[in-house]
């Protein structure tokens, strides 16, 4: 009997160590941490855009702030009318209205027409010699040539005489009516002026073309009519070959062709003085 116990107990033993051959699967533990809260999406992202942006128009705000007047006028018309057609009648904007001038005008009738009103006026006609007018591709240039004895301005004087009076206003009258603009030049010849010390030709003439231009908007220009009032002394003599030639003191009134008046608003002359 003990040996049959000590033989159970040794096949007992071998059974218990048999090797089939298989490979032990791996122990797998799993860990669970602690980790953040769910995905927050991407509300963040339109917030962040929304302070770009806003800083980018607070930048733009103030750089426009700092900028010149006439920038500011392009970039608020751009805004206004981005196509630039907003002036036209009947295009797809609701316009203003305004009519589209030609680009150019018939400079040749408009001179026929002042030339027969002066001829029309007994007192203006015999003064036809001393009224010179060109057509050219800046326009209708009309010329008030002086005489020794002073025609449209007595000598030396900055007002204008009565024949000047009579003269700027007429050509007001009739200038007035058309959709031109008009700047306004005085000339002298190069004899120096024999007045005060502090005041010489380009004073002389500045002088005479602003009062050409007051007498004419109070005769009938409007008040927006003229673009340029200038100043050139002896600088543009009419007669070069006789710098004290009498013609070389003059006013000159050049109407101007509708295709030369764009832009000028920032362009006005430097030499316009305040009336007084």
Not at 167 to 173: K, V
Request: glycine content about 12%; charged content about 25%.
């Amino acid at each position: 009997m003990p040996g049959r116990k000590g033989g159970s107990a040794s096949g007992g033993g071998r059974g218990r160590g048999i090797n089939t051959g298989m490979p032990t699967p791996p122990i797998i533990i799993i860990k669970k941490k602690g980790g953040h809260g769910g995905h927050h999406g991407g509300a963040w992202k339109v917030a962040y855009a929304d302070f770009v942006t806003a800083m980018m128009a607070l930048f733009i705000v103030l750089w426009l702030m700092n900028s010149s007047k006439p920038i500011q006028v392009a970039i608020s018309g751009y805004f206004k009318d981005p196509s630039g057609t907003g002036k036209e009648t009947g295009s797809s904007l609701a316009g203003t209205g305004e009519k589209v001038q030609p680009v150019k005008q018939d400079m040749a009738k408009l001179k026929e027409e002042l030339q027969k009103s002066i001829q029309s006026i007994n007192d203006l006609a015999k003064l036809k010699n001393n009224i010179e007018m060109t057509v050219s591709a800046e326009g209708l240039r009309i010329e008030l040539l002086e005489s020794e004895k002073g025609t449209f301005f007595d000598s030396g004087s900055s007002t204008l005489n009565k024949s000047g009076q009579e003269i700027a206003a007429l050509l007001a009258a009739e200038l007035g009516k058309a959709p031109n603009r008009l700047s306004i030049e005085g000339h002298t010849d190069a004899k120096p002026f024999s007045g005060k010390s502090s005041y010489g030709n380009w004073e002389l003439s500045t002088d005479r073309a602003n009062a050409a231009r007051r007498l004419m908007q109070q005769s009938g220009l409007r008040g927006d009519q003229v673009s340029q009032v200038m100043g050139f002394a002896d600088q543009r003599l009419r007669s070069a070959k006789d710098p004290l030639d009498p013609s070389n003191r003059r006013i000159s009134i050049i109407v101007q062709n509708v295709s030369n008046n764009t832009g000028e608003a920032d362009s006005e002359t430097t030499n316009k003085k305040d009336e007084k």
